[in-house]
């Protein structure tokens, strides 16, 4: 475990140099240097690239400091917590999945996931009974929530890699939920907090605004 955070807080401050050095080269761009190196195919499964997002976030894309960054666990929870970043990456056990995110715009991306499961994280802070939602914050404001029967069942991760490299903040360093079989409205990015609540009928930003609450494809 320890290996594995040292291994991961490396990557990341790779991950923001090479962001920092791309940014000073005219013409060049973190993306087109994880481009190079992603993975493209995985168990015979052709994967989309880091390049094939399209640019929707309601602010533009966040950059945190990744040595101050705190995910709390919160609200319906017998022991509210407060990770650092390695406490996620490097004391959780990762998954890797190969999903297809759908926006609503009408494209989509399949990627290969690694994360942590939201599950793990919630059962360390204990929700308490009467919980049966769970809300995500982001960086930018941005707020979405999602069934804990879903989160739990379908295993959901909270992913700080895509094909093979830590994400970029372009697509929701540290973090990004990966909400299989939903729409790209409910993938959240740059997850600061997670809060269990009984609130089942909460809206989001863009579920305030029509969108489906559910979020089903």
């Given at each position: 475990m320890v290996r594995k955070a040292i291994a991961l807080g490396i990557l990341f401050a790779a991950a923001v140099a090479v962001a920092g050095a791309c940014l000073a080269r005219e013409g060049s761009s973190n993306l087109e240097d994880l481009a190079a190196v992603e993975i493209r195919e995985y168990e015979g499964e052709e994967l989309s690239s880091v390049t094939d997002f399209r640019e929707n976030s309601v602010k533009g894309a966040q950059r945190i400091d990744l040595e101050s960054y705190r995910l709390k666990i919160d609200g319906l929870v017998e022991n509210p917590l407060e990770y650092a970043l390695g406490e996620v990456t490097g004391n959780h056990q990762s998954h890797q999945k190969v999903v297809t995110l759908y926006c609503v715009e009408g494209w989509c991306v399949k990627m290969l996931w690694e994360g942590v499961l939201v599950k793990d994280l919630i059962e360390e802070a204990k929700a308490s009974p009467e919980a049966n939602t769970v809300i995500f914050y982001a960086q930018d404001g941005y707020t979405t929530s999602l069934p804990l029967d879903y989160i739990?069942?379908?295993?959901?991760?909270?992913?700080?890699?895509?094909?093979?490299?830590?994400?970029?903040?372009?697509?929701?360093?540290?973090?990004?939920?990966?909400?299989?079989?939903?729409?790209?409205?409910?993938?959240?990015?740059?997850?600061?907090?997670?809060?269990?609540?009984?609130?089942?009928?909460?809206?989001?930003?863009?579920?305030?605004?029509?969108?489906?609450?559910?979020?089903?494809?």
């Open positions: 739990v069942g379908k295993s959901v991760l909270l992913a700080y890699e895509m094909n093979g490299v830590v994400l970029p903040p372009e697509r929701g360093a540290p973090f990004q939920l990966v909400a299989e079989s939903k729409w790209g409205y409910k993938w959240i990015k740059w997850v600061t907090r997670i809060e269990l609540s009984d609130d089942a009928d909460y809206q989001g930003y863009w579920e305030s605004r029509g969108f489906s609450n559910d979020g089903d494809l």
